[in-house]
Each structure stands twice: as C-alpha cells, then as structure tokens.
C-alpha cells in the first residue's frame, strides 16, 4: 500500500490513478490514516537524516548545545505537519467526485420525468409510463423501441427509455437510447448527451469517464440542455 502512496506524492500515478486514490483518501478512514502514518514516517525519517547531518556539520565543541536546539526545532516542525496533515484529512468537508455527482442527479431528477400525463402521441407513451412504474421494464421498453420505430424523431420515447433503462440498471441500454437522442436534429431542447455522459459516469469505468468528460465538453461548448450541471461537474475533475 506504500508504494501507491510513495507513487502518489512522487507524481508517479497516471490522471485516473490520481482521481482514484483522492476518491479513496476521502471515502475510506483506514486509507487516510494509512496516508497519515505515511507522512508522518517520512516526516521522522527526514528528521534524523538531518540531524545527522547537522552534526556532522557542526564543530565538535559546539555540538552539544546547538544539537538539542537543533532537534527540538524539528520536532516541533514535524509535528506541526502531521497536525496539519490529520487536519486535512478529518476536518475539511469531502468534495463529490464526477460519478457521485452524477449518481446523485440521476437519483434526483429521473424520477421526476417518469410522471404519467396524457399529451401528444401520448396513449402509448403514458401506457409505457405506468408500465416501467409497476417494474414490468421489458414490456415498457417494447412499447418505446415500437414508438421510435414508427416515428424516429420521437424525442421523448427515446429520453424515456433511457430513463426506465437506467433505473433498470440497464446501463448499456440507456447509453444506446440517450445517444441516439442526442445526435437528433432540430430540437428546441436536447439532454441526449448530458443524459447519456451521466450514466457513463455511473458505469464508473475508465475509459467511460474519458468520453463522459468529451460529452460534457460539448454540453457546454453547444449550450446544450443540462449545461449548468455540466460545467459544475467538470470543475470537480
């Protein structure tokens, strides 16, 4: 575990180690104290190292006074940075990463648009609605793919099956249906790509986090649904 925390504070770790092991420093308390004890052990060891070169430094007949205010000057310095470091790692309020912020949109929000109300085109899509809210999700997900079939620029049958995939966990699914949405033309308002960089982050996989950074990238760069939250969420990277 050392040598990943050594790696860490020697710039060794690549950009998705780093966001891993900064995850881990503020979720986990064993890994932080493990962190602390790392600093703290380096702190000790750069001690004694300079004492001993201040001593040998030092004329023997003014070693022995000079040494003792020597130390006690470390000492202090040392333990001002593990008191400092154990103040970091306990008392500063923990920052959300890219997936937790957003898990805890689609927690919020997704549940919201799943209301069952009856406009345009709307017997079917309400039907698949009340369907996916009485967890019947395969059957709810026929009438979408039928919706988007017979007319491929219904936006809403394709953000809703997104949506019902994935409160199914279907995550696969929902990066299908939202990316389809979000290469549509011509709508007034898209959340295709934001939606479908959202679950990319919840998949937390690393490969899926770089394209969920480029969708969001876009997000903003075409002032596309979802910016604010974009842009919030790429200042957390």
Do not use: C
């Amino acid at each position: 575990m050392w040598e990943t925390i050594d790696n860490y504070f020697q710039g060794k770790l690549g950009i998705t180690e780093k966001e891993a092991f900064k995850a881990r420093l503020e979720l986990d308390k064993n890994f932080a104290e493990e962190v602390a004890l790392y600093l703290q052990t380096k702190t000790h060891l750069q001690e004694e190292k300079l004492r001993q070169r201040h001593a040998e430094w030092l004329p023997n007949r003014q070693r022995g006074k000079k040494v003792v205010i020597y130390q006690r000057v470390v000492v202090g310095i040392a333990a001002s940075l593990v008191l400092i470091m154990f103040g970091w790692l306990f008392l500063k309020k923990p920052e959300l990463t890219p997936e937790q912020m957003a898990t805890e949109y689609i927690e919020q929000n997704f549940d919201k648009q799943m209301g069952v109300s009856m406009s345009d085109n709307a017997d079917s899509l309400a039907i698949g609605k009340q369907l996916a809210i009485e967890g019947k999700v395969n059957e709810a997900l026929k009438i979408f793919d039928e919706l988007i079939k017979n007319d491929s620029t219904n936006f809403q049958a394709k953000k809703i099956a997104g949506i019902v995939s994935v409160k199914a966990k279907y995550y696969d699914k929902a990066i299908k249906y939202f990316d389809v949405l979000g290469k549509q033309q011509g709508l007034q308002s898209n959340a295709g790509y934001f939606y479908e960089a959202l679950v990319l982050l919840k998949t937390n996989l690393p490969n899926n986090k770089i394209v969920a950074k480029n969708l969001l990238e876009t997000v903003v760069k075409q002032n596309l649904e979802g910016k604010p939250e974009a842009e919030r969420i790429l200042e957390y990277w």
